[in-house]
């Protein structure tokens, strides 16, 4: 049963334009919800969060918009840069904090120039 | 500041043998997770430790224990190991239970 899903395994975009990335997700006792980037032959790095009291977050490049009616969220980065090629991985939690997460399969993200 | 680090890196053990793999901690959190990568999925929460005590569970069986240390450090067991227990085994440490995790770079672990 997977309760949260990144239904695009890969994804390219060009330099400079905007990358979107999709997450669903099924339980609704999820109120918290992360994104974390991963190179490979390291963890997955913190990016970006958004509590479910909210529909935006944003942090530079980085913004996360939550849909809670479709629960649907999404990481917009713009501009993409060479960098942000890695894969991408959404995680939500119950209870409000950034524990004991679960994680969609993850996509892969590939700037190209 | 020395961020989260994993022992060792790379792991090759039979069916039925068990194993040991080793984290240790961000300096100043007390709070440790362990999570199990399989091959092209995401990350499956295996538990949590605050303070040197369990403080939840996914859905593994018994056989995958872990330990906190005063220090914080942690270690996850694996008892009588199967095939599909093959994947990344990550750790992550955060300064309390609601606080952003920070993920170590891994141990891959095969069994054969």
């Known amino acids: 049963d997977q309760q949260v899903k990144q239904n695009s395994p890969s994804l390219s975009v060009q330099e400079g334009r905007i990358s979107i990335l999709n997450c669903d997700y099924t339980?609704?006792?999820?109120?918290?919800f992360l994104w974390y980037k991963k190179y490979p032959a390291e963890g997955p790095t913190f990016l970006i969060s958004?509590?479910?009291?909210?529909d935006k977050n944003e942090d530079g490049r980085f913004t996360v918009f939550l849909n809670k009616s479709a629960k649907h969220l999404s990481l917009h980065i713009v501009p993409s840069q060479p960098g942000d090629s890695a894969v991408y991985f959404c995680?939500?939690?119950?209870?409000?904090?950034?524990?004991?997460?679960?994680f969609g399969q993850g996509t892969r993200l590939t700037i190209n120039p | 500041e020395t961020g989260v680090t994993q022992s060792p890196t790379h792991l090759i053990k039979t069916r039925g043998q068990q194993v040991t793999l080793r984290c240790s901690s961000q300096?100043?959190?007390?709070?440790v997770s362990w999570y199990q990568q399989a091959l092209g999925q995401g990350p499956q929460f295996i538990f949590q430790?605050?303070?040197?005590?369990?403080?939840g569970r996914g859905n593994f069986p018994p056989r995958f224990s872990g330990l906190q240390f005063p220090n914080y450090s942690s270690e996850l067991n694996v008892n009588a190991l199967e095939l599909d227990d093959s994947a990344l085994y990550l750790c992550?440490?955060?300064?309390?239970?609601?606080?952003?995790?920070?993920f170590g770079p891994g141990t891959r672990l095969l069994v054969l």
């Open positions: 992550a440490s955060s300064l309390g239970l609601e606080e952003t995790q920070y």
């Open positions: 339980n609704s006792m999820f109120d918290y």
């Open positions: 958004i509590s479910s009291i909210k």
């Open positions: 995680a939500a939690s119950v209870q409000g904090g950034a524990q004991k997460l679960v």
């Open positions: 300096s100043g959190h007390n709070t």
């Open positions: 430790y605050y303070r040197e005590e369990e403080n």
